[in-house]
Each structure stands twice: as C-alpha cells, then as structure tokens.
C-alpha cells in the first residue's frame, strides 16, 4: 500500500480529536487565555494592538501567537468586544492556504537532522494557525473567537479608551488587571486584618468574655486558612476564572457564617459576563473585611492625673461612630466594697456628665448621667465576681449634650468608694 497525504492527514486529525476529547471530558470549557499582552500604544492612534498571546480557542484548539496584530476601530465606535478570531474547521475543506478565510496558512521553515553533527537544513512547507483580529458587529459567522479586549468609546479626537474592567475568560485570572488588581487588594485587606486581630487578641483578652474572644479566633483562624492560597494564587496564577469566582463565593459564604448570617447565593457563573460575577463577590468580601475591623469591644483608657486631688477621670471618644451604635458599660471594683455593696453605692457616689458640666454637678450636688446596675456582666465581656458592672444611660439629657458638645467624658467619684477601680467599655 503506497502512502498517501491522506494518511497523515487523517493521523493528525485522529491525534487531534483524541485529544481534544480527552481534554474536553475531564476538563469541559476550559478554554481561554493564559497570556496576554496588549500594545498600550494602539489605542492613541484609534487601534487596538496585540503584542502576543496564547492559550485555548473555545473549539479546543491551542495557540501562542508571538507576532503582533493590529486593528483599526471604526470611528463612532460603543461598547464593542475586539476578538482574537480562527476560521472554524470544515471537514473536506482546504484548509491551508493564502486567502483570509483559510484556517491555516503556510509557513517555509528550516529544519535540521538532529541525529547528526553536521547537517544542512532542509526547507519543509509547515502551516500555522491564521489568526487575526476582529471586531464585534463584523461578519463572525465562520470564525471561532476569543475576546481580548472592550472598546468603551472612540473619541472624536481619534483616540480608543478601553475598558479596564472588562474580564477575558482565562486559563490564569493574572492575565486580566482587573482580576489580578482586585485579588491583590484582597490580599492586603486580609494580612490587615489578621494583624489587627491577632494584636487584639493579645491586647484585649483580659476584659472580654470568652465568647467575644471566639468571634476573633474564628475569624483569625479563617483568614489564616485563606492567606496562604491567595498568596500560592498570586505567585504562580494557578487559577482560571471560573475556579477563582467559586474559590471568591466559597470565602464570603465562610465569612457571612462568621457574621452569624445565612450564605447568600451569588449569580451562576457566566463567561460572557465575568465582571457582573466578579464585581458583587469582591464587593461582598470588602463589606465583610471592613467589618471584622469593627472590634465589638472598646476600652477607653482614663487620664488619671486629676484622680488623687479632684477625684476626677476623663476620657476622650475619639471615634464618633460608637455614640451612635454603642452601649456604654462601666466594669467598677473595690478592694473595701464587694460586688453587691458596689452595686448600690457606686451610683450614688458617682457623677457622670461632659467635662464642661462635672463642676457644676459636683459642687451643687445634682445628679449625673444615670449608671443602671446589671446583675450580671454583659456576654461581650469577661464576668468578674469582685466587679459590679453598670450601664450608661445614653438617652439621658446631659449624655446628649455631651455628644452635641463632642467634649470628654468626665466621672467624679466622692470619698464612699475607695481604692476603686473603673474600666469603661463600648459594646457595639
């Protein structure tokens, strides 16, 4: 039997189709781009340009195009996708030669016998893969395409912006900015956060309860888990887009259990639509990692200075978001009083109020702000069984004025407690 074209041509194809098959079945729709490089010089002159590129047509057919292509965009240009387009495959159909509609063109290449020192090159007629450039709104029925790019506007000055948001599908999440800007930005909110924790951790645990300590463990424990996949992400690009959306969904559904709310459902991946999928989870994540910020528990610290002459202590608010949303919790001691004699003496001993209005209250005997005592010590905070714990009555007339007047909290204690300790709390 004499050896025809025909037979290695329908080799490759066999070859091809095994693979493809093969490929296709334990990997299905997994196409795209694994890298991309765009002539940043293109657009100034109306033209969008492609450096080189490489990766999977959604047909299955590899590529590396390492020549780059050019593009003129119509003037009056909107909203329109730049493609990186192939002829599709027809069986029985020429498929290699000069013209534009062939899938293949051919290429005159050198080769060398490698079995020998010395040899001269042989001249062989290969073919490569005829890819161009393509425009959303041109005839693309017979081409197989791979967005590259998204024309937002061509300026009337001739100049084509961009859309830098705008997400190719991808084998590696790194070759979109977008993709790879806003996963780096995670990154950093969490090595942030997980440092903030970790330091209230070690800052704080005297006087919180064991159950708001958990809140913080957990969610150290969860950020420690996701830091090092992110940072494994970010250094080798391991992850194509779809892998990366559901890893995204996964860590804010991890993060809304934390908050004690029910995972959310996030919209079904869709490739023809990334940033709509990417933009709400990574909106989500944010919202959540500016939260754990949020610790539950403040301690304002008082300036002692005037304790041992005037029987004062102040304290300044610095954040004005914990008048709004916080319960004001006073943690009192004594090493003459025990935690019910506390409990009745300390408000009458007590006076509360802004500093412009404490001297007043002291020297006429007036009452302060009111300390309603609480039989047991609030869940945030860690109960002491020497302590009497009171809260601050936040509707109180003097209260508002003190927060109207934005001035420091002021608290004089008379001679009926001594040796007293006091802690004040926030509970948010």
């Known amino acids: 039997m004499f050896l025809s074209p025909q037979h290695f041509q329908q080799q490759e194809r066999y070859l091809e189709h095994f693979t493809k098959s093969y490929c296709g079945q334990i990997a299905p729709e997994n196409y795209g781009l694994s890298q991309l490089e765009l002539d940043a010089s293109m657009p100034k002159i109306g033209k969008v340009g492609v450096k080189s590129a490489k990766g999977i047509f959604p047909d299955g057919t590899p590529f590396e195009l390492t020549q780059g292509l050019v593009i003129d965009v119509p003037k009056g240009t909107l909203n329109k996708r730049v493609y990186l387009a192939i002829p599709v495959y027809r069986t029985g159909v020429v498929d290699v030669g000069d013209g534009l509609h062939m899938r293949n063109t051919p290429l005159e290449y050198s080769a060398y016998d490698t079995t020998r020192d010395h040899s001269d090159a042989v001249p062989l007629e290969i073919a490569e893969l005829n890819i161009v450039l393509k425009m959303e709104g041109e005839d693309l029925q017979d081409y197989t395409l791979l967005p590259v790019a998204f024309v937002s506007e061509h300026k009337s000055e001739g100049e084509v912006l961009l859309n830098k948001a705008f997400v190719p ?12 800007d806003c996963v780096s930005e995670i990154y950093a909110q969490m090595q942030y ?9 070690q800052v704080d645990s005297g006087s919180k309860s064991y159950q708001a300590l958990m809140r913080d463990y957990l969610w150290l424990q969860t950020l420690g888990g996701w830091l090092p996949q992110i940072r494994h992400w970010m250094e080798t690009g391991s992850l194509n887009a779809e892998a990366l959306y559901l890893e995204c969904i996964a860590m804010v559904g991890q993060m809304q259990g934390l908050e004690g709310r029910m995972p959310e459902e ?3 991946w869709n490739p023809n639509a990334m940033y709509d999928n990417f933009s709400l989870a990574f909106a989500e994540m944010q919202v959540l990692l500016r939260e754990v910020q949020l610790d539950n528990v403040t301690t304002l610290p008082w300036d002692s200075s005037l304790f041992v002459t005037r029987r004062l202590l102040r304290t300044i608010v610095k954040d004005r978001a914990l008048f709004n949303n916080g319960r004001f919790i006073m943690v009192v001691s004594s090493d003459s009083l025990g935690a019910v004699e506390l409990g009745e003496q300390f408000p009458l001993a007590a006076k509360l109020s802004g500093n412009s209005d404490i001297a007043d209250l002291v020297r006429n005997a007036l009452s302060g702000v009111d300390l309603r005592y609480l039989p047991v010590a609030p869940t945030e905070l860690k ?6 714990y009171f809260e601050v ?22 001679e009926r407690v001594g040796n007293v300790n006091v802690e004040l709390h926030v509970i948010r």
Request: aromatic share 8%; glycine share 0%.
């Open 169 to 180: 599908a991808c084998l590696s999440f790194m070759v979109s900015d977008y993709l790879k």
């Open 193 to 201: 956060r997980a440092q903030t924790i970790s330091t209230r951790l």
């Open 266 to 268: 996030f919209p079904k």
């Open 383 to 388: 109960s002491r069984s020497n302590a009497a």
């Open 393 to 414: 009555n936040v509707h109180a007339e003097l209260w508002q004025v003190l927060v109207k007047r934005d001035e420091p909290i002021a608290l004089h204690i008379d």
